[in-house]
């Protein structure tokens, strides 16, 4: 299985700060199609994940656009332009483009 | 607004059966293959099985490969997982969440499944 290495474990922001999340996995994720299939999920306290991002860089509905996402082959990061509240959580990235899909452990995002 | 809603969690002892429901609203539930994803409590995601829209494509992980059953009832808008053969190591919390170019673009809030004797 394809293994999702993200870092920090966790992060201490405050308010208005940016932050970038790594995710790193063990294969190339581009597929045979040429598509990257890694995406960002936020895991807010007490509910189900939500999706952020799809294929590396595109923003889900609803999505502000202080959320950023990039990378390529093995290495992609998830930036937070100016945290807000509401953006604490667990972040996820995930990876459907090897069988079976497989998630990062996840990044804490806490208020400092 | 896409709805998923999971039920039929529950306390049960190792080796029973359970099965899952996720009702779907909000959308044209036969367009779009779905998914079981699992979070043991304070652990992190797996990806459980998946169904196609036709129910035509079906997959699972290695660790419920011949326990659990994958199925939907298209008319009734709703999927299912059948459970059997449960472990301690099945306790988790257990989302549908719906597939669209090949990601999880909606899930459900969950529901719990506890396996203890």
């Known amino acids: 299985d394809v293994v999702m290495t993200q870092t920090p474990p966790s992060l201490s922001v405050a308010i208005g700060q940016s932050v970038s999340i790594s995710c790193k996995s063990s294969q190339s994720l581009v597929y045979s199609d040429g598509k990257t299939y890694l995406h960002w999920l936020l895991q807010s306290p007490g509910r189900s994940p939500k999706r952020l991002i799809y294929q590396v860089s595109n923003l889900g509905s609803g999505v502000p656009d202080r959320f950023s996402g990039t990378g390529s082959q093995k290495d992609f990061t998830l930036k937070i332009s100016r945290v807000e509240a509401e953006d604490l959580g667990v972040y996820y990235c995930?990876?459907?483009?090897?069988?079976?899909?497989?998630f990062g452990a996840g990044t804490k995002l806490e208020l400092k | 607004e896409v709805q998923l809603v999971e039920s039929g969690g529950g306390l049960v002892q190792p080796g029973r059966s359970l099965k899952l429901s996720c009702v779907a609203s909000g959308f044209t539930f036969s367009n779009y293959g779905m998914n079981w994803i699992r979070q043991a409590p304070g652990k992190g995601l797996e990806w459980v099985a998946y169904i196609s829209s036709g129910s035509s494509y079906i997959y699972y992980a290695e660790t419920v490969k011949g326990r659990f059953t994958i199925s939907r009832d298209n008319a009734k808008n709703t999927l299912y997982l059948q459970m059997t053969s449960l472990r301690s190591e099945d306790t988790a919390l257990y989302y549908c969440a719906r597939q669209t170019l090949r990601h999880f673009d909606y899930w459900g809030q969950g529901v719990m499944v506890t396996v203890s004797s």
């Open positions: 995930a990876q459907t483009t090897h069988f079976p899909p497989t």
